[in-house]
């Protein structure tokens, strides 16, 4: 296995976690109304956060090599790819989310400030998450069966 | 427009050179052997850099491995 496809898999793993806590974290006790006046949540929340971005370095960290060619052509046409496919991707989800909001909110004609957490955090789990299985899918797309 | 195929024989050339593995063709021309599996299978058209570097390891030219398929 490539090592871009080893912190493909990492970073899908942890992102993927931490999204999956943040959703049901986000969403109880009031939504996005209580997640903004809750501290408790909002520090749980950051934590989970630095410990995302702990865990992701330590990933990176513990897939690096030193020996031999670990990166190559194919490997920067997968990531020049993925990249593309991963901010279109991003954008999608942002402009969803905004109309989604404003078609929610337009009577109120205001905004709970806790969506601003959502959205921040959202879109940084949405970025890697989508940019990790564009990266799965062109390997898997550029891959031959290999030899025993 | 349909995007023409780009075929090689590379997997002849290795059998015809000592049956040269994949991990020796790659580390030679310098690329990951995953590449080279890749290649051999027509999923990956090499850059021609890469190409060049391997039509060089074999002592041929690019056309005598890689050829178009309209």
């Known amino acids: 296995m490539t090592q871009l496809k080893q912190r493909a898999i990492g970073t899908l ?28 949540r909002i520090l749980t929340m950051a934590v989970l956060f630095g ?40 954008l999608a989800y942002i402009y969803f989310l905004s109309i989604t909001l404003y078609e929610i909110y337009r009577d109120p004609g205001f905004l709970p400030v806790g969506w601003m957490w959502f959205f921040g955090y959202s879109a940084v789990f949405i970025g890697y998450i989508s940019n ?13 069966h290999e030899e025993a | 427009m349909k995007k023409p195929e780009i075929k090689n024989r ?18 030679k021309v310098g690329c990951t052997r995953q590449t080279i599996v890749a290649l051999e299978q027509n999923k990956y058209v090499p850059s021609l850099t890469l190409a060049l570097k391997i039509a060089k390891l074999f002592h041929t030219s690019i056309e005598d491995i890689f050829e178009i398929v309209e």
């Open chain 1, 132 to 144: 990790s299985i564009a990266i799965l899918v062109m390997d898997h797309r550029m891959s031959g």
């Open chain 2, 10 to 27: 590379i997997r002849r050339f290795r059998f015809d050179n000592d049956e040269m593995t994949q991990q020796e063709l790659a580390e």
């Open chain 1, 51 to 90: 410990a995302g971005y702990l865990l992701y370095f330590y990933m990176l960290y513990r897939t690096r090599t030193k020996d031999g060619v670990i990166s190559d052509e194919r490997d920067d046409t997968i990531v020049r790819k993925a990249t593309g496919a991963a901010l279109i991707i991003t």
């Open chain 1, 13 to 40: 793993i942890i992102w993927g976690v931490v999204l999956s806590l943040f959703i049901p974290l986000f969403f109880s006790y009031g939504g996005a109304s209580g997640y903004a006046m809750d501290r408790a």
